[in-house]
């Protein structure tokens, strides 16, 4: 029984990577992609109105009760503004 296995992972991933020259290597590579794989990153989209304080490379703090998630940090990725006519509306110009 690998590690895998032990671990209740399954091997579907099949990665061929003819730069890998040892055991050794192929092991560290599977290691790797296996903590990857194990925790995901989550990405979450979240929609602020007149804030435009947030930054791409700032780090926020969230609680999200919904989800079952408290004070997780997410960094910000990208930043859209969207302006309209009514401030009710949010349909971009």
């Known amino acids: 029984m690998t590690d895998w296995e ?30 990857k794989l194990k925790d995901p990153t989550t990405q979450i989209d979240v ?20 989800e079952g998630i408290a004070a997780a940090n997410y960094d910000v990725l990208s930043v859209e503004h969207t302006l309209s006519e009514n401030e009710d509306s949010p349909d971009p110009l």
């Open 6 to 35: 032990e671990e209740g992972m399954h091997a579907d991933l099949v990665v061929i990577d003819d730069n890998l020259r040892s055991d050794a290597e192929c092991e560290s590579r599977a290691n790797t992609l296996k903590a």
């Open 47 to 66: 929609l602020t109105t007149l804030n435009l304080n947030i930054l791409i490379g700032d780090r926020l703090s969230m609680t999200i009760p919904a």
